[in-house]
């Protein structure tokens, strides 16, 4: 009797299995699609094969599950064991598939996996809101429409081809924007099924960083062809002895060491702001008394604001003002304030300097305020940007268009501060920058 019931077990394990021939085989081909899909390129292939392996096996399952159960010639104490072991399974590839969309729903990009007609399988949240919300429901052709004619030509393409064939493409979307994507388009084989999915990238900021490196080296270009085209037209004139009034010699000799003062000026703030975008600068920290730092910048301007009968001073002096900063790059930042505070106020003017605490942001608070020239408001936002000069302020004195973009970067980048202005046309203006109390661990002496 023993005898009878094993082989009655046995013949029911293998039937189990001979009745369930797409799942097994399909398990084993997850991790085949999934290494097949890691040799793709594109943003997160590996894992949209992965989930559409899996998706696969899932409604596999489901549906051989069903078929088991109603077959009338199992009794439930010899199906009790194999119905426990594919409960367990398909529980394991449920957590794993969900899992596996929960990536794919948070991704930057939009991924999508379609067919070799172009009909939507599956299409992640970014793909409905770049291509319209018709572009996620399956079955449709919704999103490979809302896509430029050449991108189904290469899902038909790959789709038709082995598994790891792939095409990138640089192009538009068509909506009103027509915002700039790269699109990776990269086959997929699910079985006998022939798929592909598709990753569309936003590269806006990418093209964005592309037009500022552009016109980064434009404008570099233009202000250091202007030094130069007087220095070497300076040097004609000495060499054809056209210069030949002492008085004359003196005059171009200093205009020409002014010009290469700050052509080397120019130089120099290139390279800070260099070296502080490419993290290859770091600051010094150490407890900084801020009032005793100002009044030192101040000093050193006195006789710059007295030459031109300006009243210079420091209006306010917070008591507790010392935090963790590099002393140099401070004094440089507050320099730079001063000078452009003194350029731009008329002879007779009044700058005044306050240092002060602001509790709630725990943060040491430095501004220089003027009765100068003002910034007018549409020029604010773009103040602190490189190369930037108000229009019309050309005229009144001369720069690099430099030096605010290096205090930004000295105060947010390196010290993780900020910095400001307010400014009214025709009344003045307030630059100001807060450096933390507290900086990476460091706390204030």
């Not at 005898?3 to 797409?22: I, K, L, M, Y």
């Not at 729903?105 to 809101?129: K, Y």
């Not at 000078?339 to 040491?364: C, F, H, M």
């Amino acid at each position: 009797m023993n005898e009878s019931r094993r082989q009655e077990t046995g013949d029911s394990v293998t039937g189990f299995w001979h009745a369930r021939p797409f799942p097994l085989v399909a398990i084993l081909a997850i991790p085949a699609v999934a290494a097949a899909g890691s040799l793709l390129d594109g943003t997160a292939s590996w894992i949209v094969a992965f989930g559409a392996a899996a998706i696969g096996v899932t409604a596999a399952l489901a549906s051989t599950g069903r078929a088991q159960a109603g077959s009338a010639g199992i009794s439930a104490p010899m199906t009790a064991a194999p119905n426990a072991n594919e409960s367990v399974l398909r529980r394991a590839i449920e957590v794993r598939c969900a899992e596996r969309t929960a990536i794919l729903e948070n991704l930057a990009d939009a991924v999508m996996l379609v067919d070799g007609h172009g009909e939507t399988r599956f299409a992640n949240r970014i793909a409905s809101h770049m291509l319209g919300e018709s572009a996620a429901i399956a079955g449709t052709r919704a999103a490979i429409e809302a896509l430029p004619t050449q991108v189904l030509r290469a899902v038909q393409g790959v789709a038709a081809a082995r598994a790891g064939d792939r095409r990138r493409i640089e192009c538009e979307l068509q909506n009103k924007d027509k915002t700039p994507v790269v699109i990776i388009v990269a086959s997929v084989k699910n079985g006998d099924d022939a798929l592909a999915t598709i990753v569309v990238r936003n590269v806006c900021a990418e093209r964005e960083a592309d037009r500022m490196k552009s016109d980064f080296v434009a404008k570099a270009s233009h202000e250091l062809r202007t030094p130069l085209t007087f220095l070497r037209a300076s040097a004609e004139m000495f060499a054809d002895g056209e210069v030949t009034d002492p008085t004359e010699r003196v005059k171009f000799a200093k205009d020409m060491l002014g010009e290469t003062a700050r052509l080397e000026a120019l130089v120099n703030k290139m390279l800070d702001i260099s070296r502080i975008e490419s993290g290859i600068a770091r600051a010094k920290f150490e407890p900084v008394n801020f009032v005793a730092l100002v009044d030192e910048c101040v000093n050193l301007q006195q006789a710059e604001a007295l030459r031109r009968r300006m009243a210079l001073s420091v209006s306010r002096r917070s008591a507790g003002t010392i935090a963790p900063a590099d002393p140099d790059l401070m004094k440089q930042v507050m320099l730079n304030l001063l000078s452009n505070a003194l350029k731009y106020t008329p002879d007779g003017g009044t700058i005044s300097v306050e240092v002060d605490i602001d509790n709630l942001a725990r943060s040491v608070v430095v501004s220089v305020r003027d009765n100068g020239l003002g910034v007018p408001e549409h020029a604010l936002p773009q103040l602190f940007g490189k190369f930037y000069r108000v229009e019309g302020h050309e005229k009144v004195a001369k720069g690099t268009g430099l030096g605010l973009n290096l205090c930004l970067n000295i105060v947010e980048a390196m010290h993780g501060g900020q910095i400001g202005v307010d400014s009214q046309v025709g009344v003045g203006s307030r630059f100001w920058f807060a450096i933390p109390l507290e900086q990476a661990g460091r706390k204030a002496a």
